[in-house]
């Protein structure tokens, strides 16, 4: 089994920052890509960022600049920093990777999100 926990998540004014933590236990072999995506009232889910394996990032234009993915590969984390965040930025923010089990192969895993409010 393989699980994906996030932590970091919380109420902050317009401006601050916040860091969020995702991190992967259970049987894992390998993982490859890991990402967050955000899914605000109303709206879809959408891509935040992404890091694959070897560190290359990929960021949403309307974080650009402001946020941060990360990861360390030996703790199986995966990290955002988000700074100068906005009320437009309030969502609920869920981790996602792709990850080898050593049995069943690769599959795609969500964490179960955490609440992000900013307050203008």
């Known amino acids: 089994q393989v699980q994906l926990v996030e932590s970091g998540g919380g109420l902050v004014q317009a401006g601050g920052s916040l860091r969020l933590s995702c991190a992967a236990s259970?049987?894992?072999?390998?993982?490859?890509?890991m990402g967050w995506y955000r899914q605000a009232p109303g709206k879809q889910r959408e891509l935040v960022a992404a890091i694959t394996s070897g560190g290359t990032t990929k960021d949403a234009d309307s974080v650009k600049g402001r946020f941060t993915i990360s990861r360390d590969n030996a703790k199986n984390t995966v990290y955002l920093q988000m700074n100068s965040l906005k009320p437009e930025d309030t969502a609920v923010y869920y981790c996602n990777a792709d990850i080898h089990d050593g049995s069943s192969g690769w599959g795609d895993y969500w964490g179960q999100g955490t609440q992000v409010t900013v307050s203008s």
């Open positions: 259970g049987s894992i072999h390998s993982i490859n890509a």
